[in-house]
């Protein structure tokens, strides 16, 4: 199990960072998101090979404009 933004996902264990996004409908190109896995943050760049851990935490933000 992977704990992503707090939500359990069962059977998703070494997925990558770029699948579990876009499981979740994050935005495909990335921009303006980051992501934290067990607390360290991932490059981008290596989305698309870092494959997440069974009992990981997966946090991802993105950033919002306004005033």
Same mark, same amino acid.
């Given at each position: 199990?992977? $704990?992503?933004?707090? $939500?359990? =996902?069962?059977?998703?264990?070494?997925?990558?960072? @770029?699948? =579990? =996004?876009?499981? =979740?409908?994050? @935005?495909?190109? /990335?921009? /303006?998101? &980051? *992501? &934290?896995?067990? /607390?360290? *943050?991932?490059? $981008?760049?290596?989305?698309?090979?870092? @494959?997440?851990? @069974?009992?990981? $935490?997966?946090?991802?933000?993105? &950033?919002?404009?306004?005033?």
């Amino acid at each position: 199990m992977i $704990r992503v933004n707090g $939500r359990e =996902l069962d059977g998703r264990d070494g997925a990558t960072i @770029a699948e =579990l =996004l876009e499981e =979740l409908g994050a @935005a495909g190109d /990335g921009r /303006g998101v &980051a *992501v &934290a896995v067990d /607390g360290e *943050v991932v490059p $981008r760049g290596e989305w698309g090979s870092h @494959a997440v851990p @069974a009992g990981a $935490r997966v946090e991802a933000v993105g &950033a919002v404009q306004g005033g």
